[in-house]
């Protein structure tokens, strides 16, 4: 059974432990680290991924434990490549912290290879970034404009059964256009808002354990129409709800639990995702170069680009939704 949250709610309760489970359609989860029983032993992860059809750009800033890193990938859709680089460094000093809200605030990173700044607010984002040698290839850089939408997001809260210190915090939000500009060595690409689409995955965590994490995500367009997806693996006690989701013009759709069967071990090959009832069949097949998966491999992060072939058949029993041809990407993390 899945519970929808419908009004704001606290993570924390006065002790310190996460009571509340489930859903909700918007940012109602109060998220305030200090209120925590493992307050400063938080983990955070910014996500972000933009895509207009011919290029698709990974961004991710995590700040876990006593590690924090910057993974980018670039792939090129069109031509078929991929780049990849990523920073990783071992934090001495207190970590950083990334933005509390997620709807407001500043991050900079700067280091002699990379310069990063993220200035966010409630309607917009903005992305700037110098990469040197990036891949051991080429300099990159780009700047972009995120600007949201209208529409719903998913949020979820998951608290572990055994001991409610450890949580799991989560909200996708596929609602943001982007314009501006990709530079990649001599290759330019341009971002017009009419065309490209932008999602935010915000996550923050305390887990008493690892996972090895494996999310299939697609934002597209479907006969005009936007359609974004997120299928994940279970963190914490998701009785009560989970990431399973999709849009359709903005409208989240939930589901519930996937049945995946793929071999991760070789990633070429096609991933298969089925929901209960018919709800959902779908096969994930990942875009190959010379017989490999095109692959970006960030420290212990890969994303696979591929497309999606298959229906869902959540809105219209009659006319099931075609996923024919959407691009896709499916990410692999350990966290």
């Known amino acids: 059974m899945q519970k929808e949250i419908l009004s704001p709610c606290r993570v924390f309760e006065i002790n310190g432990e996460v009571q509340a489970a489930g859903w909700a359609r918007q940012a109602?989860?109060?998220?305030?680290?200090?209120?925590?029983?493992?307050?400063?032993?938080?983990?955070?992860?910014?996500?972000?991924?933009?895509?207009?059809?011919?290029?698709?750009?990974?961004?991710?800033?995590e700040s876990l434990g006593n590690e924090f890193s910057v993974k980018i990938a670039v792939a090129d859709l069109k031509r078929g490549g991929v780049i990849c680089d990523s920073v990783v460094k071992k934090t001495i000093f207190p970590k950083k912290e990334l933005s509390c809200s997620g709807d407001g605030g500043e991050f900079l990173?700067?280091?002699?290879?990379?310069?990063?700044?993220?200035?966010?607010?409630?309607?917009?984002?903005?992305?700037?970034?110098?990469?040197?040698?990036?891949?051991?290839?080429?300099?990159l850089s780009f700047s972009i404009a995120l600007?949201?939408?209208?529409?719903?997001?998913?949020?979820?809260?998951?608290?572990?059964?055994?001991?409610?210190?450890?949580?799991?915090?989560?909200?996708?939000?596929?609602?943001?256009?982007?314009?501006?500009?990709?530079?990649v060595g001599s290759m330019e690409y341009s971002l017009?808002?009419?065309?490209?689409?932008?999602?935010?995955?915000?996550?923050?965590?305390s887990k008493p354990r690892k996972h090895d994490y494996q999310r299939l995500s697609s934002?597209?367009?479907?006969?005009?129409?936007?359609?974004?997806?997120?299928?994940?693996?279970?963190?914490?006690?998701?009785?009560?709800g989970n990431?399973?989701?999709?849009?359709?013009?903005g409208k989240l759709e939930k589901l519930s639990q996937i049945n995946v069967k793929g071999t991760p071990g070789r990633l070429d090959r096609p991933f298969y995702f089925k929901g209960g009832m018919h709800a959902l069949d779908i096969?994930?097949?990942?875009?190959?170069?010379?017989?490999?998966?095109?692959?970006?491999?960030?420290?212990?992060?890969?994303?696979?680009f591929g497309r999606l072939y298959?229906?869902?058949?959540?809105?219209?029993?009659?006319?099931?939704?075609?996923?024919?041809?959407?691009?896709?990407?499916?990410?692999f993390s350990e966290f």
Request: net charge positive; glycine share 6%; aromatic share 12%.
């Open 28 to 61: 109602l989860f109060d998220y305030n680290s200090e209120q925590s029983k493992t307050s400063g032993r938080h983990s955070e992860r910014d996500c972000y991924f933009v895509n207009n059809g011919e290029v698709s750009l990974y961004l991710s800033i």
């Open 109 to 139: 990173y700067s280091d002699r290879r990379l310069r990063l700044q993220i200035v966010n607010t409630t309607v917009s984002r903005v992305i700037k970034c110098e990469f040197t040698s990036f891949g051991g290839l080429h300099d």
């Open 147 to 183: 600007i949201k939408l209208g529409g719903e997001s998913l949020n979820e809260l998951a608290p572990f059964e055994r001991n409610r210190k450890f949580f799991y915090l989560k909200r996708f939000v596929p609602k943001y256009t982007a314009r501006g500009s990709i530079r």
């Open 192 to 205: 017009n808002e009419n065309s490209a689409r932008a999602y935010f995955d915000w996550t923050r965590f």
């Open 219 to 240: 934002d597209c367009l479907l006969d005009g129409k936007r359609f974004s997806l997120c299928l994940a693996s279970r963190v914490g006690d998701n009785r009560y």
């Open 243 to 249: 990431e399973n989701c999709f849009f359709l013009d």
């Open 283 to 304: 096969t994930f097949k990942p875009f190959t170069v010379k017989g490999d998966a095109m692959t970006a491999s960030m420290d212990k992060t890969k994303v696979v």
């Open 310 to 331: 298959g229906t869902i058949n959540r809105i219209d029993m009659e006319k099931p939704l075609e996923l024919d041809n959407a691009q896709a990407h499916l990410v």
